[in-house]
């Protein structure tokens, strides 16, 4: 994906959000528990930044880790 097209998707998702977003925020953008926000960033699947003691995520992460591609087969 082109710089381009990133500010391009930037301007149209999530628009009603602040650049830098809260895990409650997440919550909402992603309609997932607060539990699978800490999850999503300890895992780094988000990358998020810890202000003493709260993550603090660049609303360009959510973007990014809402268009990954993800295996999403369970394997037995």
Avoid: C
Wanted: without cysteine; hydrophobic residues 40%.
């Amino acid at each position: 994906m082109t710089k381009a097209e990133l500010a391009e998707l930037y301007k149209v998702m999530f628009p009603d959000y602040p650049d830098i977003v809260t895990v409650p925020q997440i919550q909402s953008m992603l309609g997932i528990s607060r539990h699978a926000v800490y999850d999503l960033i300890t895992d780094g699947w988000i990358p998020a930044l810890k202000i003493g003691n709260a993550y603090r995520v660049p609303k360009i992460n959510v973007i990014n880790y809402t268009l990954a591609p993800r295996n999403t087969k369970k394997q037995a």
